[in-house]
């Protein structure tokens, strides 16, 4: 009876891990429609840096107060890339269909693909570093899961400088709370942390009807250089 | 034909008038399957986008993409476009493109690299892998920005509605004197923008533009757009990381090798 019930537990394992790889039709999507931004929430813990990457962290820190185009996506042209672009200003779009989930931002014209069809990482060389990574994702109920690998090694985690290294792997549970989303943001990094570094981003819905406005960075920075060279 | 309530409820919407804000939104299942990645079909590299002689882009019959007819400039407009024709011709015409400027709609919809079309009920996304680039098409029922959101830029504000399989575009508050692609064809910020977007065969896209220009323009002026299916994935773009080319003291900008080497002939 005890074997005939767990053979039972692992064929019902097997049916839900199988039900849980296929592609999601539309009626099961959760509604994440519309514009979002950052809510700014409390400070979020320091990273677990080995101490040489603690160093690097604090080297960006003090260039950062010298200029601000120290930051790599500060001088246009380079993407913030992931997980940074969790925490832009500017409206965020969770844009849900079945087999892929795009998360646009306004910042930079960044976009990330998540494709949620059963697909898994490219392997070898067909796997190279890119801003955004290598994204794949599943929806666990109305949980989409997204695990991020082939990220660049120099963009930065954050506005504050916090670098990391190529070996970088993330996990962004998205899930609506309320009338908010959360992004609860795993992110290992076995070069450069001495564990995991967790972080949590929410966003709030601007009112129907809001618009993204296009985004043109060049123009920005040509303005700000006209008024440094002043 | 069966007659549904939708459909009866959507004629007589249409029967009432102002069909765009009575539109009811599209189903998710409804929508088209536009899914994949996309690229202009054309002259494959930049020398060859356009035929000197005749500014239109050259080979086109021969790839399927229907030649483009001359813009039905007014004389003014028309010798500043001849202007820009000479520029290019001499390779000295800067296309926005290559200083991480966005190139804007219409000429958007020529750039280099792959492209998406992704449609929600609510709003249609055209995400272009060049710049990279972003397009949002409204079809939730809204109206043309007013006041002070009604100011010009690279996108311009575009609404649509779905006609069939068909998504029915106008855009409006496109910034003006922006090259729309390597001939230096320009249009004034009145230019109107009027798309048909759809699936014409299981390879390829096709967009229809009418372009209307009260200032630039004679009249309107038509020009389709293809674009075939190709493999993915689509990739990010770091338009910063691109070598920066030498220019001579012409203002000739030079072709370089995979090595930084000058290429072109002296």
């Keep these: 009876m005890r074997a005939r019930f767990l053979a039972f537990a692992a064929l019902t394992a097997v049916v839900a891990a199988a039900s849980a790889a296929r592609a999601q039709g539309w009626a099961e999507l959760p509604d994440w429609s519309g514009d979002w931004v950052v809510v700014q929430g409390e400070a979020d813990p320091a990273p677990p840096y080995r101490a040489e990457w603690a160093e690097k962290a604090r080297v960006n820190a003090e260039a950062l107060k010298k200029n601000r185009t120290a930051d790599p996506f500060a001088t246009c042209g380079l993407p913030a890339g992931a997980p940074r672009m969790l925490s832009l200003p500017g409206v965020h779009e969770w844009i849900v269909r079945p087999g892929e989930v795009w998360h646009a931002v306004e910042d930079g014209n960044t976009v990330q693909r998540i494709y949620t069809d059963g697909r898994k990482h490219p392997e070898g060389d067909d796997l190279f570093a890119t801003y955004t990574g290598d994204n794949v994702g599943r929806w666990e109920g109305q949980v989409l899961v997204i695990d991020t690998v082939g990220l660049r090694g120099d963009t930065w985690l954050d506005g504050a400088g916090r670098p990391h290294s190529d070996r970088t792997q993330v996990t962004t549970r998205v899930r609506r709370v309320g009338a908010e989303l959360e992004a609860d943001v795993e992110i290992d990094d076995p070069v450069a942390f001495t564990g995991p570094w967790k972080i949590v981003r929410r966003y709030r819905r601007l009112p129907a009807g809001s618009f993204v406005h296009d985004f043109a960075c060049r123009v920005i920075r040509t303005a700000a250089d006209a008024k440094a060279a002043e | ?266």
Excluded at chain 2, 72 to 101: F, H, S
């Design chain 2, 1 to 266: 034909m069966r007659i549904t309530a939708p459909f009866v409820a959507a004629m007589l919407a249409l029967s009432l008038g102002s069909a765009a804000a009575a539109a009811p939104l599209r189903s998710a299942d409804g929508l088209p399957d536009w899914t994949g990645v996309w690229q202009n079909k054309g002259p494959p590299t930049d020398t060859d986008l356009f035929d000197g002689g005749t500014a239109e882009p050259r080979g086109c019959a021969a790839l399927s993409q229907p030649c483009r007819s001359h813009p039905p400039y007014r004389p003014d407009w028309e010798a500043r476009y001849q202007k820009n024709l000479g520029l290019a011709r001499a390779n000295v015409l800067p296309d926005p493109l290559t200083r991480c400027m966005p190139r804007g709609t219409p000429g958007n919809m020529r750039s280099p690299d792959t492209i998406e079309f992704v449609p929600r009920p609510e709003r249609t996304w055209i995400f272009i892998e060049n710049g990279s680039q972003a397009r949002r098409i409204y079809t939730d029922g809204r109206s043309h920005r007013t006041g002070q959101d009604a100011f010009d830029n690279w996108t311009g504000d575009s609404i649509g509605h779905w006609e069939g399989d068909t998504l029915v575009v106008e855009t409006v508050g496109v910034k003006g004197e922006m090259m729309i692609d390597r001939s230096g064809a320009i249009l004034s910020s009145k230019a109107r923008v009027s798309e048909r977007i759809r699936r014409r065969d299981a390879n390829t896209m096709e967009d229809v533009f009418t372009i209307e220009d009260p200032v630039a323009l004679t009249g309107p002026w038509t020009v389709t757009r293809l674009y075939r299916k190709v493999r993915g994935p689509i990739y990010d773009y770091a338009c910063a990381e691109n070598p920066r080319n030498k220019i001579d003291a012409s203002g000739r900008t030079l072709t370089l090798d995979t090595q930084g080497r000058v290429i072109d002939a002296r």
